[in-house]
């Protein structure tokens, strides 16, 4: 009797030590700039997809968030190493230490080349901004006065 109790708890033991299943989402939607800063990374966060803590804020009160582990994030068929956003008076947000860059501005950061993320987001019909950050590093953003 006691071997057929054990074996449920021993696999239910072992399932509970195994990494949680990575968790993937496209930003593709939220990217077509029709919501603002704060329901952006507020969702991001309650879906645990983001740490909710900045982990860069910039002079122009852009806070960057790192995904979770186990979370992948794709922009337009791009990895997503990073999403950006600030609102003003929003508390989710620290502010930097000079002129905000908008009202409220959010987007993601991604691994690729500008022209090949411009005509992804082209395509898509979004009114995303296009930025160059580095190689092969570029951001797509929305921004409101």
């Keep these: 009797m006691k071997r057929i109790f054990a074996r449920p708890v021993l696999a239910a033991l072992l399932l509970s030590a195994l990494p949680f299943a990575a968790r993937a989402a496209s930003l593709d939607a939220a990217l077509a700039c029709n ?3 704060h329901q952006f990374i507020a969702d991001l966060a309650a879906q645990q997809l983001i740490d909710p803590k900045p ?6 009160s852009i806070n960057a ?4 582990r186990g979370a992948r994030l794709e922009a337009y ?4 190493f990073a999403v950006v956003g600030y609102e003003q008076d929003d508390p989710i947000f620290r502010a930097g230490s000079g002129e905000p860059l908008a009202k409220s501005a959010y ?7 500008d022209e090949k993320v411009q005509a992804a987001v082209t395509a898509a019909g ?8 580095a190689p092969h590093v570029t951001a797509i953003f929305c921004k409101r006065s």
């Design 126 to 133: 979004s009114t995303a901004i296009v930025h160059h950050v």
């Design 107 to 113: 987007g993601a950061v991604v691994w690729g080349s």
């Design 35 to 37: 919501e603002s800063a």
């Design 55 to 60: 982990m860069r804020v910039e002079s122009n």
């Design 77 to 80: 068929g791009f990895s997503v």
């Design 65 to 68: 968030f790192r995904p979770v």
